[in-house]
């Protein structure tokens, strides 16, 4: 009994027609063009930090340098 109700409802799953197809490749194409903006977002934040902690450990350099010289001098 079971068995025949789920070999019924498989049956009468519904496939998408030619618009449905074509808006879910639509939005496929969407999903994918967001998911490449949102990954360049992602590797322009991490480029970002980066170059704040080049910063801050140049600074810190600087620093320790300017440190140095001054008691040389």
Do not use: C, F
Request: hydrophobic share 30%; charged share 35%; no cysteine.
């Amino acid at each position: 009994m079971i068995i025949n109700k789920i070999k019924v409802a498989s049956i009468k799953k519904k496939q998408p027609n030619q618009k449905e197809r074509k808006q879910i490749s639509g939005k496929d194409q969407q999903i994918e063009k967001l998911t490449n903006l949102l990954d360049q977002q992602l590797l322009a934040l991490q480029d970002k930090k980066l170059l704040e902690e080049y910063k801050t450990e140049n600074d810190s350099l600087k620093a320790i340098t300017g440190n140095r010289l001054q008691k040389v001098g």
